[in-house]
């Protein structure tokens, strides 16, 4: 520290993590990657055994055997999280021969930058399921039996006489404003945060 | 340089605008810059700079019967914990079909209604 309490800069010299520790490969889209839903998306495509490879993506190219190396994975859980990512234009590779034995490698590019827009058209997705939900939801009369928590429907329950077809008790109507207000409520959180437009629909 | 960086090298005026497209969640050019109360060529150059920068997205619009421009926030900011109920992740996630009778739906519903409603 200073005479005048001004902390002292560190030198403007930019040596990175991976000038230091050449083996340690820099981690990428940080910003994206601190997201807890964004987390969850990753682990629901590639599952636990992805995981290491999907929540750490390398900046730059990287191989699937440098992979399996810094994270002590098998080779095969690397080859598997990849080519999911890559399903999902998470990421890309090129191809390239080694000279010498002739082995062809495959070469790694990690595209989080596609995330946002993947989870975009998920939102577009959740919403089509809650419309459509949600007509069936309004236009059916349920009944369930408390005790195997089995619910049906008006004419199934009919067809039963209102008995469990399972265990013999009586079918009690059901209830589902709860369940139709909750889903109207995050359609209409949806269509306000994707601006889907309620009349231009209704027109076209 | 990261998204973070981009906008921590905004001036005050292009900040305010990137922030107004965010509010309002998209907004025609031409209210942009009268929302904004600068002139139309000050209101457009920092539309542009935002553009460049990958902060928003402009697209050709007729509104009001002029040509202008619709900008609207990217999908990086959009809120992304709209795909949860509970801690439960939209299941139509993996999916290729949305089938919106599923049992894994079902579920979902359920802790919208019951944990988050």
Not at chain 2, 89 to 113: C, H, K, R, V, Y
Request: glycine residues 6%.
């Amino acid at each position: 520290m200073s005479a005048d309490g001004v902390v002292a800069r560190e030198p403007a010299e930019s040596v990175t993590l991976t000038d230091i520790h050449p083996h340690i490969q820099q981690m990428a889209f940080e910003d994206l990657l601190e997201d807890p839903v964004i987390q969850k998306y990753l682990h629901e495509l590639v599952g636990p055994t992805g995981m290491p490879v999907a929540a750490a993506p390398p900046d730059g190219e990287v191989t699937d055997e440098e992979l399996a190396e810094e994270m002590g994975l098998e080779l095969n859980d690397v080859r598997r999280a990849l080519f999911i990512l890559y399903e999902n234009d998470l990421a890309s590779y090129r191809r390239v021969r080694d000279e010498d034995s002739g082995w062809l490698t495959y070469l790694w590019t990690f595209h989080y930058e596609n995330i946002p827009e993947n989870l975009e058209e998920e939102m577009h997705r959740l919403l089509d399921g809650l419309e459509q939900r949600r007509s069936y939801e309004s236009d059916h009369q349920f009944y369930l039996c408390e005790v195997d928590s089995i619910r049906f429907e008006f004419e199934e329950a009919m067809e039963f006489g209102f008995e469990c077809p399972e265990c013999g008790s009586p079918l009690e109507s059901m209830e589902n404003s709860r369940l139709v207000e909750a889903m109207e409520w995050r359609i209409d959180q949806l269509r306000d945060e994707l601006n889907v437009d309620r009349e231009a629909e209704a027109e076209a | 340089m990261s998204a973070s960086d981009a906008e921590a090298s905004l001036a005050e005026d292009e900040l305010a605008g990137l922030e107004l497209v965010r509010e309002t969640g998209g907004i025609h050019q031409s209210d942009f810059w009268k929302e904004l109360d600068v002139s139309s060529r000050k209101g457009s150059r920092i539309a542009e700079k935002l553009e460049d920068l990958g902060l928003i997205e402009r697209e050709d619009a007729v509104y009001n019967g002029h040509n202008t421009y619709f900008l609207a926030p990217t999908a990086k900011d959009l809120d992304f914990a709209l795909l949860m109920a509970g801690d439960m992740l939209s299941p139509f996630i993996g999916e290729e079909e949305i089938d919106p009778n599923s049992d894994a739906f079902t579920q979902w519903l359920m802790n919208l209604a019951y944990e988050e409603y």
